[in-house]
């Protein structure tokens, strides 16, 4: 069974900096991507960043130039890296693992989230 697990959110000041990793475990995949993507009070979730098996990656104009994706040499854990965070980077942030094995079609698996405040 595959799990997707999230940590490193918490309470941070405008300016400052958060790390958040994304831990798959429970399948062997001959492809995938890991997402992240966030949700705040009365929106829909957005796409944050995202990277691929091969380790080409994306993020979305609003975060790009202060966050950061990136992978353990493993690839079983995605890093988002979080600069100068801004109280409007307040929300939920979800990790999705998008992935196919031998035995299944492309499937999406998401974390539980993690929380990140960014308040003075």
């Known amino acids: 069974q595959v799990q997707v697990v999230e940590s490193g959110g918490g309470l941070v000041r405008p300016g400052g900096s958060l790390r958040l990793s994304c831990e798959v475990s429970g399948g062997i995949f001959t492809d995938y991507y890991m997402s992240w993507y966030r949700q705040n009070t009365g929106n829909q979730r957005e796409f944050v960043a995202r990277?691929?098996?091969?380790?080409?990656?994306n993020v979305a104009e609003i975060v790009k130039g202060r966050f950061t994706i990136s992978r353990d040499s493993a690839k079983t854990t995605s890093y988002l890296q979080m600069d100068r965070l801004e109280p409007e980077d307040t929300a939920v942030y979800y990790c999705?693992?998008?992935?196919?094995?031998?035995?299944?079609?492309?499937?999406?698996?998401w974390g539980q989230g993690t929380q990140v405040t960014v308040s003075s």
């Open positions: 990277i691929s098996s091969v380790g080409n990656s």
């Open positions: 999705k693992h998008s992935g196919v094995t031998r035995d299944t079609k492309w499937t999406d698996y």
